[in-house]
């Protein structure tokens, strides 16, 4: 389902999830799986929202968590598989994202405008799905290729 990262996205993998320890030197489905399951925490979250630019309520939403829960959990507290992979996916996406538009604000804004691609809903709007994930980032790939609808 998700896509695999390059490996110099891969590197920069640390600043924008901060996991627990730090990723195999290259991309692996391992290494993915190891940090679904246990290396990555409420301060995975918290990096996330920083680097993305992103308000937290939004990110919560996508990870299927409360802010409220965000907020209180220790930073330590490892996320259970199903946050832990959606994180990973959406970083991976933002990754990708920031890469094809230069810089990740320049992403946030096309991921906030109505896109014909997508029925006309925002692409951040399908951003609380696997599926979703994997559709705006397909899309990406297009655009980086210059592939338009």
């Known amino acids: 389902m998700f896509f695999f990262l390059t490996p110099d ?3 920069t ?3 924008w999830l901060e996991p627990q320890e730090q990723p195999e030197a290259e991309p692996s489905l391992t290494g ?3 940090l679904t399951e246990s290396g990555l925490t409420n301060a995975s979250i918290l990096a996330f929202v920083r680097r993305s630019n992103l308000p937290q309520r939004q990110v919560a939403h996508w990870i299927d968590l409360s ?3 965000i907020q209180r959990d220790p930073r330590d507290k490892v996320l259970r ?3 832990a992979d959606r994180l990973l996916g959406l970083a991976q996406l933002f990754m990708r994202g920031e890469e094809v538009f230069g810089e990740v604000d320049r992403f946030n804004t096309w ?3 109505p ?3 997508f029925g006309g809903k925002e692409p951040g709007e399908l951003l609380g799905s696997t599926f979703g994930i994997s559709w705006v980032h397909d899309e990406l790939t297009r655009l980086e290729h210059g ?3």
């Open 81 to 83: 598989r199903s946050v």
């Open 115 to 117: 896109n014909a691609v």
């Open 111 to 113: 991921l906030g405008r």
């Open 147 to 149: 592939v338009v609808a």
């Open 13 to 15: 993998l640390p600043e």
């Open 32 to 34: 993915m799986v190891r």
């Open 67 to 69: 802010e409220r829960t």
């Open 9 to 11: 996205l891969w590197k």
